[in-house]
């Protein structure tokens, strides 16, 4: 079984940084230890911005300049890049990767799993891409490897995933 594990935005900056959050700084040690544990390919996405962030649709909409790019927010963090891995990462601008998208459909993956932050932003935009270009590739999140902003808005993220028959685990 040819399987991929999509890591969503596990960055400085979503997990001890400007967006940080509890939650995230929990998933750290036993996403590492799921990582390592995985049998297939891994990839990484990294939510990446310029120096004008605020001026963007984004940037008007959350004034929190994050993920800037080449800035220490903006890296992956220490526990992914000290792992032996090779690491192929997918830069993107906004909440979901189209690049992503077209690699799961061209890779002929006969499983797709994720976890990461945020779940009620950029996982489920990632997730939901994935299902549009591979409706056919069976999609789980893994529900104890994402973090959000909220519990409470994690939880609507898990919710609506399902409704968009993606399997939690």
Not at 7 to 15: A, E, G, H, L, Y
Not at 131 to 143: D, S
Request: aromatic share 8%; net charge negative; with cysteine.
């Amino acid at each position: 079984m040819k399987k991929l594990l999509v890591v969503v935005d596990m960055q400085n900056d979503f997990v001890t940084g400007v967006l940080g959050t509890e939650e995230a700084r929990a998933i750290v040690q036993p996403m590492i230890e799921y990582i390592k544990n995985f049998d297939g390919r891994v990839v990484f996405t990294q939510d990446t911005h310029t120096k004008d962030y605020l001026n963007t649709q984004e940037g008007k909409k959350l004034p929190v300049p994050h993920c800037i790019e080449r800035t220490v927010g903006w890296e992956l963090i220490p526990e992914i890049q000290e792992l032996p891995l090779f690491m192929h990462t997918f830069i993107k601008p906004t909440f979901g990767s189209v690049a992503l998208g077209g690699y799961i459909q061209n890779g002929n993956y006969d499983e797709v799993q994720f976890c990461g932050v945020c779940t009620g932003i950029c996982v489920i935009s990632n997730v939901l891409l994935t299902k549009a270009y591979c409706p056919e590739v069976p999609i789980k999140v893994i529900e104890n490897l994402c973090a959000c902003v909220t519990p409470e808005s994690h939880k609507t993220a898990i919710e609506a995933m399902k409704m968009c028959q993606v399997d939690i685990v």
